[in-house]
Each structure stands twice: as structure tokens, then as C-alpha cells.
């Protein structure tokens, strides 16, 4: 049996182990939190090197990229340092292939109704996910991208492609140096919520980007909306749920009740191919059609 293994500096809260068969080849998979420490995730990578068939890195990711162009966060690479033979990933992969489907799945299956209530998308971090991005543009969203708000914690949206281009350019080289707890809940942070740019979450339809942006900043009602993520635990489908969600969409498959990232399935895709590396977005794209894989979908309320 192949193992994927993600280690995560986000809470050990969320830990989970699953056995599934993807294109006939048994694969383990397992998150390990650290609590937002990042040298105890560097020790645990040095631990299992060698001993898996693949890494993800969870809680952080090693770059970005932005149309086309890579930034590097020097804060996290670090946990990395000692990973000498396990081929390892942090989902930028999954985030350029898999994720830019999700537009055109929610036409498929809800367009009636997001249509009846506004193409208009809150793209949390549209830099973190390009594809999606680039995505919910060519399906014809108006959209918010809160790259500054979310991330900077500066009141000030961005409404084009072409702009969150050029904030990337601008801005990336340096919050790629800034700790990375500065612009993205690690631990226990990943516990709370702050509400806040509940204007921004009223206007829109639909909401998209990573769960812990989401729920850092979400108000209490959210009645109607659509969310549009990635890694969910039961709790976070609950609390969704409660706050009057109506569909939440997740990008990666649902394994036991809950959604992995995109680092842990891109471990899991580069396990199962046994080419020992990390796959191109072409060989991932060519492994996601094999699979069949789509978004889920789940109505709440």
C-alpha cells in the first residue's frame, strides 16, 4: 500500500487518517498537525523522510502562483530543509487543475439559482488561488477579491483580474518575507473567528477560497450563500450549516465525512503514479480525468 502523509502546521484538531483506492492502487493517507510549530513539522518531515511515498505540506504553502509566475514564502520553506528522498507538494498543483473547475460545476448543478440571486463571487485570496480566480472571471463573475483585506488587513477590494496581476507583482515579493502567521491563521488562530468585511460577504453569491479565511473572518448569518472551498471537517460543515449556508461545494473529494486539502489529494495523486517527484499540472490533469474527480456538492438548508 502507498502512503501520502501531510504535515500540517495548522491545529491537530484536524487530524484524520483514511485508507481509499484511487485508479486501482491502495493508498493511505493522514494529516499530522503541529500547532502552528513550525520546527516540529520540520522535525516530523525529517522523521518519516524516506519511509512515505509522498509529502504534503498543510497550513502554508511553499509559493504561490500568479499568473504564471512563482513567489516563494521564505518564512515556511525552512520546514522543508531536511527532506532528502520523499517527494513533496504543498497543492499548487490540485489549485491550478482541479480547482478551476468549480465554476462551471456550479452552473451545472445551481446555475438557476445563483444566477437568480447574482453571478457575483468573494474570492478570499485570489493570489493563493489562481485557477479559481482566473476561473470565476472567464465564467463572467463579478467579483471581490479580498487579497488585502483578507491577507493585509487593509480595507481596500480588488474587482479585476488585471489588478490582482498587479497587486501580485507588487505585493508578493513582500509578504513572501513576512512570517507567515502574519497574513494566515496557523494553531490555534485556526480556532477562532473575528467577524469582519461583512459587507463584502453580503453582497456576494458565492464564496470561495480557503476555509480558514473563510471562517476567520465570517459573520454570524450567511443565509442563502454558496461556499466554494476546500478542506472541511464535519465541524466546519456544521458551523456552515448553522450560519444558514445553503450549498457548500468542495473542491476535493469527500473521504469520511470530511474534505482534504489540495496538498494532502496531490500526495495522495503522486504516491499513486510511483514516479517518485512531484507530477506536472499536465500528468495531474490527465490523473484527475482517469478519476472522474469533481467538486461535491451539499445543500445545507
Known amino acids: 500500500m502507498k502512503r501520502a502523509v501531510s504535515i500540517s502546521i495548522g491545529s491537530s484538531k484536524r487530524n484524520k487518517a483514511v485508507e481509499v483506492t484511487l485508479l486501482g492502487e491502495k493508498v493511505s493517507i493522514e494529516r499530522i498537525g503541529t500547532d502552528g510549530d513550525m520546527e516540529a513539522a520540520a522535525l516530523k518531515f525529517k522523521e518519516l523522510d524516506g519511509t512515505v511515498d509522498a509529502f504534503g505540506v498543510g497550513g502554508a504553502d511553499l509559493e504561490v502562483v500568479a499568473d504564471g509566475k512563482r513567489y516563494p514564502f521564505h518564512s515556511v520553506t525552512p520546514i522543508v530543509r531536511y527532506v532528502k528522498k520523499t517527494p513533496i507538494v504543498d497543492g499548487g498543483g490540485l489549485k491550478n487543475t482541479l480547482e478551476n473547475k468549480a465554476p462551471a460545476f456550479l452552473d451545472k448543478k445551481i446555475g438557476d439559482y445563483i444566477n437568480s440571486r447574482g453571478r457575483k463571487v468573494l474570492v478570499t485570496v485570489g493570489v493563493d488561488r489562481w485557477g479559481l480566480s482566473q476561473a470565476f472571471a472567464d465564467a463572467g463573475y463579478e467579483i471581490i477579491f479580498g487579497d488585502l483585506m483578507f491577507g493585509l488587513d487593509i480595507p481596500i477590494a480588488i474587482h479585476k483580474i488585471s489588478q490582482l496581476k498587479t497587486v501580485a507583482a507588487l505585493l508578493m515579493p513582500i509578504a513572501g518575507r513576512l512570517p507567515f502567521a502574519w497574513i494566515y491563521p496557523t494553531g490555534e488562530k485556526q480556532e477562532k473567528r473575528t467577524p469582519k468585511w461583512g459587507k463584502q460577504y453580503a453582497w456576494a453569491t458565492v464564496i470561495a477560497g480557503d476555509c480558514h479565511y473563510i471562517k476567520r473572518f465570517m459573520p454570524d448569518d450567511l443565509t442563502g450563500k454558496v461556499i466554494v472551498t476546500n478542506t472541511t471537517t464535519p465541524e466546519d460543515v456544521a458551523e456552515f450549516k448553522k450560519a444558514g449556508v445553503k450549498y457548500l ?37 490527465e490523473m484527475l480525468d482517469k478519476l472522474g474527480f469533481e467538486p461535491q456538492l451539499q445543500e445545507l438548508n
Open 249 to 285: 461545494i468542495t473542491t476535493t473529494p469527500v473521504l469520511e465525512g470530511r474534505s482534504f486539502g489540495t496538498n494532502m489529494m496531490e500526495a495522495a495523486l503522486v504516491a499513486i503514479s510511483g514516479r517518485g517527484r512531484p507530477l506536472t499540472w499536465p500528468e495531474l490533469t
